[in-house]
């Protein structure tokens, strides 16, 4: 059979033939429950932007999950809306600052959202900073009306990139003269500000929202939103639902992760042909999702911290349990020299380890031997084969990928 032939056919079979979009996060229902406040905060904020004034720039707080972009994005659709059918002139950018992270490709952005030709746009790289400031300048008085800016994960370009593009955003509004620029930053750092140059803080002026963590009611209630939207309800349960929501309510509620757990616990029921999305469907998506963030987390790691992690590994293979620290450089200075690296400093190491813990990568924690003091005791979080393997995808290390060093002898 054709592979296509053959995929039409198991698509036809599928547990579930809905709109799938729906139980993706990036989907930004007309209601967002337990939001309800946020987002009239917001709108309140914005509005004076409908009157040709400038809004206050706004810092938006909370972890990963509450629903902080979905509320902005949810808003600036409705902003749009209306400024659509009242001929207003306020337009909007949604920049992630994962992506788009340095001064440059901010203000690239900015720009080539006015563009109309491609032969006009600025490119990738290339130009010198004051004529892509200029450019953007010229644009944006074309424009004369309200742009807001929205900054999402701005902490990862403050800190990748510093203040200095803040501070020419928030500089462009006395060098217009027909139009104004407001700023949305959304963070899941509450410290974000601390980050930032006095220079920068004091042209600031924002005003905060702080987004709660979703309980599992409350996550339980977006879950039945997005079921009851997809016409989905023959597929999952309520105790299924409701358990997606109790998983993710223990990850800081996390309504991403809910909605994930949702949508693979699906492809996972369909896999095997069931007929419908079982609890041990929910279980198998939140050990595929589990494993999906630390090989994500390992494969982002700089190289010196991978060697780090593998020799923690590879200490772990050989049998010894609570590593100390001595233990890991002595590992970690075989193996680089093998990969044809230069180890870094003992104390260098101590710094990747404590990382390597922050990520929950490994358990690094102080233990108390009386009189003897107290050190350091090592060991992994993450199951030892697998994270091997995503270690040894990394090109410099592929050759690492079958190295075993000698077991340790326990003494009785």
Same mark, same amino acid.
């Given at each position: 059979?054709?592979?296509?032939?053959?995929?039409?056919?198991?698509?036809?079979?599928?547990?579930?033939?809905?709109?799938?979009?729906?139980?993706?996060?990036?989907?930004?229902?007309?209601?967002?429950?337990?939001?309800?406040?946020?987002?009239?905060? /917001? !709108?309140?904020?914005?509005?004076?932007?409908?009157?040709?004034?400038?809004?206050?720039?706004?810092?938006?707080?909370?972890?990963? !999950?509450?629903?902080?972009?979905?509320?902005?994005?949810?808003?600036?659709?409705?902003? *749009?809306?209306?400024?659509?059918?009242?001929? @207003?002139?306020?337009?909007?950018?949604?920049?992630?600052?994962?992506?788009?992270?340095?001064?440059?490709?901010?203000?690239?952005?900015? !720009?080539?959202?006015?563009?109309?030709?491609?032969? *006009?746009?600025?490119?990738?790289?290339?130009?010198?900073?004051?004529?892509?400031?200029?450019?953007?300048?010229?644009?944006?008085?074309?424009?004369?009306?309200?742009?807001?800016?929205?900054?999402?994960?701005?902490?990862?370009?403050?800190?990748?990139?510093?203040?200095?593009?803040?501070?020419?955003?928030?500089? /462009?509004?006395?060098?217009?003269?027909?139009?104004?620029?407001?700023?949305?930053?959304?963070?899941?750092?509450?410290?974000?500000?601390?980050?930032?140059? %006095?220079?920068?803080?004091?042209? /600031?002026?924002?005003?905060?929202?702080?987004?709660?963590?979703?309980?599992?009611?409350?996550?339980?209630?977006?879950?039945?939103?997005?079921?009851?939207?997809?016409?989905?309800?023959?597929? =999952?349960?309520?105790?299924?639902?409701? /358990?997606?929501?109790?998983? %993710?309510?223990?990850?800081?509620?996390?309504?991403?992760?809910?909605?994930?757990?949702?949508?693979?616990? @699906?492809?996972?029921?369909?896999?095997?042909? %069931?007929?419908?999305?079982?609890?041990?469907?929910?279980?198998?998506?939140?050990?595929?999702?589990?494993?999906?963030?630390? %090989?994500?987390?390992?494969?982002? @790691?700089?190289?010196?911290?991978?060697?780090?992690?593998?020799?923690?590994?590879?200490?772990?293979?050989?049998?010894?349990?609570?590593?100390?620290?001595?233990?890991?450089?002595?590992?970690?200075?075989?193996?680089?020299?093998?990969?044809?690296?230069?180890?870094?400093?003992?104390?260098?190491?101590?710094?990747?380890?404590?990382?390597?813990?922050?990520? !929950?990568?490994?358990?690094?924690?102080?233990?108390?031997?009386?009189?003897?003091?107290?050190?350091?005791?090592?060991?992994?979080?993450?199951?030892?084969? *697998?994270?091997?393997?995503?270690?040894?995808?990394?090109? =410099?290390?592929?050759?690492?990928?079958?190295?075993?060093?000698?077991?340790?002898?326990?003494?009785?």
């Amino acid at each position: 059979m054709n592979l296509f032939e053959e995929y039409i056919t198991k698509k036809r079979m599928r547990l579930f033939t809905g709109n799938r979009e729906i139980l993706m996060p990036s989907y930004i229902p007309e209601r967002l429950p337990h939001r309800e406040k946020e987002v009239s905060r /917001l !709108g309140e904020i914005l509005a004076p932007s409908l009157e040709g004034v400038k809004p206050s720039n706004v810092f938006i707080y909370g972890k990963t !999950g509450t629903g902080k972009t979905a509320v902005v994005k949810y808003v600036l659709r409705d902003l *749009e809306r209306v400024t659509t059918v009242h001929n @207003l002139n306020v337009r909007s950018i949604y920049l992630n600052c994962e992506t788009v992270d340095t001064h440059y490709s901010v203000l690239q952005n900015i !720009g080539n959202f006015f563009m109309k030709k491609w032969d *006009e746009r600025i490119p990738f790289t290339g130009w010198p900073m004051e004529k892509v400031y200029e450019t953007v300048k010229d644009k944006l008085n074309d424009f004369g009306g309200i742009f807001i800016v929205v900054l999402d994960e701005i902490d990862k370009l403050i800190t990748k990139s510093g203040d200095d593009v803040l501070y020419h955003l928030l500089n /462009l509004n006395d060098e217009l003269t027909k139009a104004r620029v407001s700023l949305i930053g959304i963070s899941n750092n509450i410290q974000v500000t601390q980050m930032l140059d %006095a220079r920068v803080k004091s042209r /600031l002026s924002q005003e905060r929202i702080l987004f709660p963590p979703y309980n599992a009611s409350q996550l339980k209630d977006i879950l039945m939103d997005r079921v009851r939207l997809a016409n989905a309800e023959d597929v =999952f349960s309520e105790e299924v639902i409701g /358990l997606c929501a109790a998983l %993710a309510a223990q990850e800081h509620g996390d309504a991403r992760r809910a909605i994930d757990l949702l949508r693979i616990s @699906l492809e996972m029921a369909e896999r095997e042909g %069931a007929v419908r999305v079982l609890p041990r469907h929910v279980y198998e998506a939140s050990s595929q999702i589990e494993l999906s963030c630390v %090989a994500e987390a390992i494969r982002t @790691l700089p190289i010196q911290q991978k060697l780090v992690l593998l020799s923690i590994l590879l200490n772990s293979e050989m049998g010894k349990i609570n590593q100390t620290t001595g233990e890991v450089y002595a590992t970690y200075s075989k193996i680089a020299k093998m990969v044809g690296m230069q180890p870094v400093t003992q104390r260098r190491v101590t710094d990747f380890i404590s990382e390597l813990d922050s990520l !929950g990568l490994i358990s690094a924690s102080l233990k108390s031997f009386g009189r003897y003091g107290r050190t350091k005791v090592i060991n992994p979080a993450i199951p030892v084969d *697998e994270a091997k393997e995503v270690i040894t995808e990394d090109p =410099f290390l592929e050759d690492m990928k079958n190295i075993k060093l000698p077991k340790q002898t326990v003494l009785h």
